[in-house]
C-alpha cells in the first residue's frame, strides 16, 4: 500500500487512463460484433487504437505527474488487465450508462487538450463510436439495447445524423461547448461519417495507420 500526500493525480490516472480506455473498446468492440472486453483487447486495429493514439497520445499528457508510479507500466499492465480471457467482462456492460461516463470521464480530457493545443483525433473517435452506437442498431442491422438514464434523449440526438451530424455533440449538459471547437468537430464529423458509411473496422484501420 501506497500512502500519498495528495489522490488526485492517482485518481485522475485511473480516471483518464482505465476508464476512458474502457469506453474506447466499449462501443468501437460493440460495432465491430465482438461480446466480451478481452477480444477488443486484442483486436488488431482496436489494441493499438486504445493503447497508442488514446492512451499515449491523448490520456497521458492530461494525466498529472504521479509521484511512484511508472505510468508506461500502468498502461501497459491495463491492457494485459483488459485482454485477461478469465475476466469476461462485457463490453455491454461497459458501454452501459454513457451519459454518466463520458461527460465526467471524457471530456475533461478532451476540454484540457484542446486547452493546450493538442489532438484530440483519439477522443473524438471515441465519442463518435458513442453516437454511432446510440443509433441502436449495428453494422449488419443487429439492434442492441441502449442502457443510459439519457436514452430517449441521447438516441434521439442519433437518430437525427442524417439531417445534422452534430446533432449528438448540441447536449450542452453531455459536451459542454464542444460542438464550437473545430478542433473537435473536424475529427468528430469524419469519424462518424466513417463509421456510418464503411463501418468501425475501417475507421480504426485508418486512425492506426495514421499513427
Not at 54 to 60: A, K, L, N, V
Not at 81 to 109: C, G, H, M, Q, Y
Request: charged share 25%.
Amino acid at each position: 500500500m501506497q500512502m500519498v500526500e495528495d489522490v488526485e493525480p492517482y485518481e485522475l490516472m485511473k480516471l483518464r487512463l482505465l476508464n476512458c480506455s474502457h469506453q474506447a473498446i466499449a462501443y468501437f468492440g460493440l460495432l465491430l460484433g465482438q461480446t466480451y472486453a478481452d477480444e477488443a483487447a486484442v483486436d488488431e486495429h482496436l489494441a493499438p487504437f486504445t493503447r497508442t493514439l488514446y492512451m499515449d497520445g491523448e490520456g497521458t499528457p492530461a494525466v498529472p505527474e504521479v509521484p511512484g508510479i511508472d505510468v508506461d507500466a500502468y498502461k501497459d499492465e491495463l491492457m494485459a488487465r483488459f485482454a485477461n480471457r478469465e475476466v469476461k467482462d462485457t463490453l455491454a456492460r461497459l458501454a452501459a450508462e454513457s451519459s454518466d461516463r463520458i461527460p465526467t470521464w471524457l471530456v475533461p480530457v478532451i476540454q484540457e487538450n484542446l486547452g493546450a493545443g493538442r489532438a484530440v483525433t483519439a477522443s473524438a473517435a471515441i465519442v463518435a463510436s458513442w453516437a454511432r452506437y446510440a443509433e441502436g442498431t449495428g453494422e449488419n442491422g443487429e439492434e442492441w439495447p441502449v442502457v443510459d438514464r439519457l436514452r430517449d434523449r441521447v438516441m434521439a440526438a442519433a437518430a437525427r445524423h442524417d439531417e445534422d451530424p452534430l446533432a449528438f455533440l448540441r447536449d450542452e449538459e453531455l459536451f459542454g461547448d464542444l460542438v464550437q471547437h473545430d478542433a473537435f468537430t473536424t475529427p468528430y464529423l469524419h469519424a462518424l461519417g466513417v463509421l456510418r458509411s464503411d463501418g468501425a473496422r475501417a475507421l480504426l484501420r485508418e486512425l492506426v495507420a495514421g499513427a
